[in-house]
């Protein structure tokens, strides 16, 4: 797509505390390289966060954002979606934040279909707090001494969780190919119903032999996109984590403003209007 609005013009002064090598740098760059591409301006769009390195990325932004507490963020988006239509609303957060203090919200968010995007960056480590397992770690990781002999515990499936508790896009983005990340992040801002964007965003710090990730990615799902659940789930089953692209897409009712409103209770005590 032509880049007629400069990318710059969503970054706010303040420079990034992240250590370099992190891979949310990239999600920052190739969503600002989104809100350009799709031109919106600056006051049409907020960026709603929860609690951890990845969850920071609203206030590098120069559009409306609020880092909320951890796990909440789909809660504030979902809110402020609902009430305000007429904004893009992306949420943003890490794999600890989204999948675990935040899970439930997640699950929810799917099943309501509300008309916005989530992009987790998925490191699969509590990032913030010294590197502590997180929902996405595979059972026999030895990288953290509160789990020295591992979690024993299988890895949270945040793709298949998405598309079984419906989810109208699914799609997975890796933080090492930025062009394939903004191209992935421009369709799910673009797609009607929430869309949800896993990204393998490594940890160069507690998790450092994550800068090999580069060679296990491979692109696609299946014979690509579709909008066949049986089919999407069918594509997932040989996924090992590192396949990327949009899994599924459909079309479904939206939750919005005026659905919130013919379910709520009409007059106090009285009667409900469905
Ligand atoms: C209610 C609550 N519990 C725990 C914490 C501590 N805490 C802060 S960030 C974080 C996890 C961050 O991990 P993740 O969401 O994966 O993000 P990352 O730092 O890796 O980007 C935790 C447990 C908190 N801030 N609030
Ligand atoms: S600790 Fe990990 S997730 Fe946090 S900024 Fe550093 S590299 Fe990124």
Known sequence: MEQKTNPNQYKSDL??????????????????????????????????????????????????????????????????????????????????????????????????NINMTYIVMDNSVYGMTK??????????????????????????QPMRMAL??????????????????????????????FSFIHVVSPCVTWRPEQKEYKNFIKEGFGNGPTDDHKQARQNLLDDDGFRIGILYQTRSPILDKMGVEKCSIDKIGTQFSI
Not at 30 to 58: H, Y
Not at 64 to 70: A, E, K, Q
Not at 177 to 186: A, D, G, M, R, V
Request: charged residues 15%; aromatic residues 8%.
């Open 131 to 156: 590197g502590q397992a997180s929902p996405t770690t595979s059972p026999d990781w030895l990288g953290s001494k509160l789990t020295p002999h591992g979690s024993g515990v299988p890895a949270f």
């Open 15 to 112: 420079k990034p505390i992240w250590c370099p090598g992190c891979g949310d740098f990239a999600v920052l760059s190739s969503l600002t390289k989104s809100f350009a591409e799709l031109e919106l301006p600056t006051k049409d769009v907020a960026v709603i966060s929860g609690i951890g390195c990845s969850s920071r990325l609203p206030a590098y932004l120069s559009t409306y954002g609020y880092h909320t507490i951890h796990g909440r963020a789909l809660c504030v988006a979902s809110g402020l979606k609902v009430a305000r239509d007429d904004i893009t609303v992306v949420a943003v957060g890490g794999d600890g934040d989204g999948f675990s203090i935040g899970g439930n919200h997640f699950i929810h968010t799917c099943r309501k």
């Open 164 to 193: 079984a508790s419906g989810a109208s896009f699914v799609a997975r983005a890796f933080s090492g190919n930025p062009k394939h990340l903004t191209e992935i992040i421009t369709k799910g801002i673009q797609h009607k119903g």
